[in-house]
T-cell receptor
Framework: QKEVEQNSGPLSVPEGAIASLNCTYS??????FFWYRQYSGKSPELIMF????GDKEDGRFTAQLNKASQYVSLLIRDSQPSDSATYLC????????????FGAGTRLAVHP | GAVVSQHPSRVICKSGTSVKIECRSLDFQATTMFWYRQFPKQSLMLMATSNEGSKATYEQGVEKDKFLINHASLTLSTLTVTSAHPEDSSFYIC??????????????????FGPGTRLTVL
C-alpha cells in the first residue's frame, strides 16, 4: 500500500464545474496535509493546507479532512482552463521533522 | 512569499561527469532545505534533508556518496550528482523552510519550492 494514494486521472471537467480531487493516506500519525498544483515541467506551488478535521475554504478552493477515514480532498469551484494541472497531495510523516510524503498526483483537465 | 531559486534550470551532461545544482533562498534564511527527485509522471521523492552547518540526512535507498549535499550557509545548499549516469536523468527540486517567517500547518512548516533543475545525462 502506498503511503499517499491519489487517482492518477485524468479527471476531465467542463469549465465552470466543480472538480473534486481525492487523497488517502496510511500514516495515522500524520497531522498536516497539503495540496500543491504542478504545471507540466514546473515545480509544485502550494494551494492550501489543512490540519483540522472538517472543511477549509480559500477562494475557489475547499480542502476537506477526515482523519478517522484517513482521507483528504480538494474541491475546485468554477473550474477554469488555467486550473488544468497535476494536483499533488502531500502528508507530513509522523515522527519525521517536516518531512512530506507526496502522492503521485491527479491530472485535472478543464475543457472550455 | 519566500522565494527560492535554483541554478541551472536545465543541464545536459555526458555519462561519468559530475553536475552541481544550487538552491538559494533569496529573501529569507533557510534553516532547512530539502532535495527531491521527480521522474516523469511520478511523484516527488525526498532524497535528503540538509541543515545549515551539518551533514545531510539521506532517505533510505539514496546513495550519499553519489548525491553530495552541502549546506554551507543559511541561503545556499548544493546538490552534486557525481559520476552521473542516464538513470540519474530526472527533475531535481529543492525546497526550504524558515524559522524566521514560519507558515505553520499544524505541526509542520510549509515548504517553499524552487523552480527545479532538469538533468539529462547522455
Amino acid at each position: 500500500q502506498k503511503e499517499v494514494e491519489q487517482n492518477s486521472g485524468p479527471l476531465s471537467v467542463p469549465e465552470g464545474a466543480i472538480a473534486s480531487l481525492n487523497c488517502t493516506y496510511s500514516d495515522r500519525g500524520s497531522q498536516s496535509f497539503f495540496w500543491y498544483r504542478q504545471y507540466s515541467g514546473k515545480s509544485p506551488e502550494l494551494i492550501m493546507f489543512i490540519y483540522s478535521n472538517g472543511d477549509k475554504e480559500d477562494g475557489r478552493f475547499t480542502a476537506q479532512l477526515n482523519k478517522a477515514s484517513q482521507y483528504v480532498s480538494l474541491l475546485i469551484r468554477d473550474s477554469q482552463p488555467s486550473d488544468s494541472a497535476t494536483y499533488l497531495c502531500a502528508v507530513n510523516k509522523s515522527g519525521g521533522y517536516n518531512k512530506l510524503i507526496f502522492g503521485a498526483g491527479t491530472r485535472l483537465a478543464v475543457h472550455p | 512569499g519566500a522565494v527560492v531559486s535554483q541554478h541551472p534550470s536545465r543541464v545536459i551532461c555526458k555519462s561519468g561527469t559530475s553536475v552541481k545544482i544550487e538552491c538559494r533562498s533569496l529573501d529569507f534564511q533557510a534553516t532547512t532545505m530539502f532535495w527531491y527527485r521527480q521522474f516523469p509522471k511520478q511523484s516527488l521523492m525526498l532524497m535528503a534533508t540538509s541543515n545549515e552547518g551539518s551533514k545531510a540526512t539521506y532517505e533510505q535507498g539514496v546513495e550519499k556518496d553519489k548525491f553530495l549535499i552541502n549546506h554551507a550557509s543559511l541561503t545556499l545548499s548544493t546538490l552534486t550528482v557525481t559520476s552521473a549516469h542516464p538513470e540519474d536523468s530526472s527533475f531535481y527540486i529543492c525546497s526550504a523552510i524558515t524559522l524566521n517567517r514560519r507558515l505553520l500547518a499544524g505541526n509542520t512548516d510549509t515548504q517553499y519550492f524552487g523552480p527545479g533543475t532538469r538533468l539529462t545525462v547522455l
